[in-house]
Structure formats: C-alpha cells, structure tokens
C-alpha cells in the first residue's frame, strides 16, 4: 500500500481508503464488517470514512468498534454532519448548535477521544460559512477534530470557506470528499484547480460507479443482491447504464485483460494518475473485496495506458 499526504498537511493516507455508506450497520452483519475493516488494515490500509447519517450512527460504532484493537495513531477516522438526525428544526445543517451535538455524540458512539477528519456533508445555504468554521475551528482547538474537510461543495464554495478561514485567522479546509469515477469527471474543470492552488486534497467516493465499473450489470441487468439492487443505489445504477457505457465498459475489460489486471483495477488505478487525489473510497462487503480492490495501489498506468483509456471513454 502506498500512502499520500492529505492536502497541504502533514497527515498521510492509504490511497486506497474503506468506506461505509449503505455496507456496515445495513447490508453487512458485524461479523462480516468486522473481518472486512480488519483485512483492510491488514493490507496497509490506514484510512476509514463514516458519518453520522449511516445508519443513524451504526456505521460509526460498527467501524469504530472493529479497529479497537488497533493502536489509536496507526489510523486515521472520519465522519461528518448537515444531514437530518432528527425531526426538530436544528437536527441538520452546519450551524454551531449542530456541529456541536453531532461532533460529541459521533465521539461518544465510537467511543473516541478525537476524529481525525471531520467533514461538512454538503453545503449549508441557511448558515453563513463563517458560523460553520468557527465551530470546527473550536473543536480542533479542543482536540476533538484534527482536520477538516468538506463533501460536494462546489468550486466557488470551497474558496469562499478558503477566503473566510484566511481572513479570521482559523483553520483550513485541507480535503475535498467528492464522487469521481470514469464516468463522473465533474470535478477536474473547477474542483481539482481550486483545490490544488489551496492545498487541499480530494478523497473521492463512488470510484466504482456503484458497481459499473466491476463488469457486474453486464447486459444492463442489475442482479438482485447486487449493490445496484439496493433502493438508494438503484437510480444511479441505471441513470449510468446505457448502450454507450456497456460498450465502453466491454472495451474498457478488454484493455485491462491486456494489461494482465482486473477491470476495477484499471478505474481505480486511473483515479488515482491524478496526484489531487490522494485517496480513492470503496466500500467492501466482505475481505475479498477489499483485497482485490486494495492491489490497485500497486499499479502506476503509463501514459500510453491513460491514452488508451482516455481513447475509450471519450467515444
């Protein structure tokens, strides 16, 4: 495994890193989860993603939980806050009153004295940026978050957060958590350009495209038990498939069979050819996924490869 700074920081991260959206606390039983989270850092793997809406804090104590018995500073954990944990007026957003609550009770639930990287899930309209700073900026002054990042905020967005933390003297965002994958490259015309000129680094969720990009829903079918059969996956499973994408997915396997190396391989090697990207998120239901996911840090594309790719996704 090999490992990239995160940002203009000095923490280091796995490049392949293991997520827990829709698999810990919901589709995996613990057992499972537990042996998976412990494969991944058996393989080298030093970085794990949570957040408080999965599984309404279950995928937090499940993870949490399974590396226990790990030394503390040999892992770097996240989470994060703005979806709804309640019903009340104040159970979501990016306000302080939020931040607050849901930074303690994340810690408590995992029963952790600080999160290494604390997210701001999406962009908050109803509470002014600097509000949302301050409060992380006093949490990392309580050592209860190391570092902060954001998820899908836009261009303009990440350098208005940039702009206000220079100005007040707090600290800056240094990850960007975004979907990209071969078939979702929003973010290389702005994101990519702002961050790298503020030091901020993107750890990219969905490299996969739900499972496109696995081979699995050959023939536009979408097996049941797939993660494509899982109702909040569902649509994005088939806003992707189409004819075009299956027959650049066949093109795409052939190539990676040429290359001696598995089809998500390939996608996964080619996110991380960008050096923004200092880590790609899956997620894995049981060890085998991960291992096999996990060699793609082992493989550096030659430019003739990226060409070769480049050739195919742009028919």
């Known amino acids: 495994m090999k490992y990239r700074r995160l940002g203009r920081s000095g923490l280091k991260v796995s490049e392949i890193s293991l997520g827990s959206w829709l698999t810990f606390g919901k589709t995996v039983d613990v057992s499972m989860a537990t042996k998976t989270i412990h494969k991944a850092y058996e393989l080298g793997v030093n970085f794990f993603d949570s957040a408080n809406v999965y599984e309404r804090g279950e995928g937090e104590r499940i993870l949490a939980n ?8 040999s892992y770097v954990i996240t989470t994060k806050a703005f979806w709804p944990m309640g019903e009340g007026p104040n159970d979501k957003g ?11 009770a994340s810690l408590k639930r995992m029963n952790l004295e600080y999160v290494d990287v604390f997210y701001c899930h999406r962009y908050d309209h109803d509470t002014p940026v600097e509000e949302t700073l301050r409060a992380i900026d006093d949490l990392i002054r309580q050592g209860k978050i190391l570092y ?4 899908e905020w836009s261009a303009a967005q990440i350098q208005e957060a940039i702009t206000i933390a220079d100005k007040y003297l707090l600290d800056r965002i240094i990850v960007n958590q975004p979907q990209y994958n071969m078939f979702h490259r929003d973010i290389e015309d702005e994101i990519i350009p702002v961050s790298e000129k503020n030091g901020i680094s993107q750890v990219v969720f969905s490299p996969l495209a ?3 990009l696995t081979g699995k829903y050959k023939g536009g079918t979408i097996p049941t038990g797939s993660r494509g059969a899982n109702e909040q996956v569902n649509g994005w499973v088939k806003k992707i498939i189409n ?10 396997e052939d190539l990676a069979k040429e290359m001696g190396i598995t089809l998500p391989e390939l996608a996964l090697s080619w996110i991380l050819r960008q050096h ?4 790609t998120l899956v997620g894995a239901s049981n060890p085998e996924q991960i291992q096999a996911n996990a060699k793609a840090s082992d493989i550096v594309l030659s430019f003739e490869e990226i060409k070769r790719v480049e050739e195919i996704l742009t028919v």
Do not use: C, W, Y
């Open 276 to 279: 923004n990207i200092a880590s």
């Open 148 to 151: 902060v990042g954001v998820s």
């Open 66 to 73: 399974a590396l226990k018995e790990f030394p503390r500073s």
């Open 94 to 104: 990016l306000s302080r009153k939020h931040i607050m609550e849901q930074v303690h």
């Open 210 to 212: 739900q499972g496109v």
């Open 243 to 252: 004819d075009i994408v299956l027959t650049k997915l066949d093109r795409l």
